[in-house]
């Protein structure tokens, strides 16, 4: 079962727009959220995370809203640059405790285009 | 400060083969994971060890294996290896042992042929 689901496999924008990428989970477990960025050859590199205590978190050009209730968070990015085409993952993380300790568990990934 | 180091970066191998997959944490990360990402898909969750201990485990057989050294690396070893088993496989490190911001490493591409 797919527990983080990315439904979007591709997103194409212009530069400068905002680009919003959306996941959604499905287990309440899960108490703390990530977003990474994986361009080809390399590894997954980290963006920002959420807390499930917090409904927001700002870095820079980047924002993630978390809603719990809905069980859905979304990655904002503000102005969107070329250099931002990747591979988006969102991945979750399970309350502290018992064999899912440590354990990410990662959405399908989004491709994001940015235009010039 | 040198990041997740993994080795070798690309490997070949033939089906029933054995192989091992090597990994250096970030100086200070005592919390080693391992990943395979298969194209399409997200990383799924193979191992976690903290402090020379298993403390996770994914949904994977026992063909896989894992253990951590007391300088903290780390090598994912993989038995009777099937074409299946091509994929990258990403290690990832974090301070303590709960999964905050994991750091990656730039992964291994297996081929089994």
């Known amino acids: 079962d797919q527990q983080v689901k990315q439904n979007s496999p591709s997103l194409s924008v212009q530069e400068g727009r905002i680009s919003i990428l959306n996941c959604d989970y499905t287990?309440?477990?899960?108490?703390?959220f990530l977003w990474y960025k994986k361009y080809p050859a390399e590894g997954p590199t980290f963006l920002i995370s959420?807390?499930?205590?917090?409904d927001k978190n700002e870095d820079g050009r980047f924002t993630v809203f978390l809603n719990k209730s809905a069980k859905h968070l979304s990655l904002h990015i503000v102005p969107s640059q070329p250099g931002d085409s990747a591979v988006y993952f969102c991945a979750a993380s399970p309350n502290a405790g018992g064999t899912s300790y440590g354990k990410l568990t990662f959405g399908q990934g989004t491709i994001l285009t940015v235009h010039p | 400060d040198a990041g997740v180091t993994q080795s070798p970066t690309h490997l070949i191998k033939t089906r029933g083969q054995h192989v091992t997959l090597r990994c250096s944490p970030i100086s200070g990360h005592k919390s080693v994971s391992w990943y395979q990402q298969v194209l399409g898909q997200g990383p799924q969750f193979i191992f976690q060890?903290?402090?020379?201990?298993?403390?996770g485990r994914g949904n994977f057989p026992d063909r896989f294996s894992a253990r951590q050294f007391p300088n903290y690396s780390s090598e994912l070893n993989v038995n009777a290896l099937l074409l299946g088993d091509s994929a990258l496989y990403l290690c990832?490190?974090?301070?303590?042992?709960?999964?905050?911001?994991?750091?990656f490493g730039q992964g291994t591409r297996l081929t089994v042929v």
């Open positions: 060890y903290y402090e020379k201990e298993e403390r």
């Open positions: 990832a490190s974090n301070q303590r042992d709960r999964s905050t911001e994991a750091f």
């Open positions: 287990n309440s477990m899960f108490d703390y």
């Open positions: 959420i807390s499930s205590i917090k």
